[in-house]
C-alpha cells in the first residue's frame, strides 16, 4: 500500500487548521512566558513552509479550481501566504504573537468559506479511511488499526509532527523497537521513548516530544 496521510484525509483544510493552530498556540505561549523561542518558532515555519504552503500550491494546480469561485479561493490563499511572510519577519515577540494569531484566523476563513462551497467546489482526495483522522489527533495509537504495508511509515508521520512536550503512546502486538530505530535516524534526540510494556504479547511505548532548548 503506497498511500500516505497527506493523500487519505478529504477534510485536509480542517486538518492543516488544527495543525496550525496547535503550532501556534504552542509559539504564542512562548512569547508570553518569555521562554526561549528558538525550537517553537522553528517547529511552526517548518511546518508552514514544508506543509501548508506546498499544500495550497498542489490545490490550485488542480483543474477544479478554474471556477470563478476558486478564483476567490485563491485570493485566500495570497492572504494566508501574506500571513506567513508576516510570521517571516516579525520583529518581537508581541509582533509573532500577532502574526500566528492573525494566520490562524486568516485560515479560519478560508475554511469556512470552502465548507460553503463544498458541494460544488474541489474534490481533491478520496474518503478518510478510519484510521486517518484518529492518527493524526489522537494521542494513544494501536498499530494493529493501521494498513500492514505502511503502518511503521504512517506511525513515523504522526511522531515527527509531534509538538514540544506532546506525549504519544504506542501499542502494538510485536515489538516497536523498528519504529524508535527509524524515529531516532532521522531526527536523533528530538524524542524520549520509554517502554511501559515489552511483551511478550503486547507492547506499549511512550513517545514524548522534546523542548531541544
Known sequence: MTSTLEHNLSDEHSVLLWQTCAYADDL???TTSHGPLATRYDAMLEFLHHRLLPYL???ERAPEWASRDARRLIEDHNRIRAGVDDLDRAPTRRALAGASTALVRRLDRHVQREDLLEPTGPVLAPPPSAWALPLLLTDEIDLA???PGSRDGLVLQRLRRMR????????ADHDLHQVWRRLH???PGEHGWAYELAGPDRWTAEVTRRDLD
Open 28 to 30: 504564542v505561549a512562548a
Open 145 to 147: 488499526d493501521l494498513p
Open 185 to 187: 535516524a532521522v531526527a
Open 164 to 171: 514540544v512536550g506532546e506525549t504519544v503512546l504506542l501499542h
Open 57 to 59: 500550491g498542489s490545490e
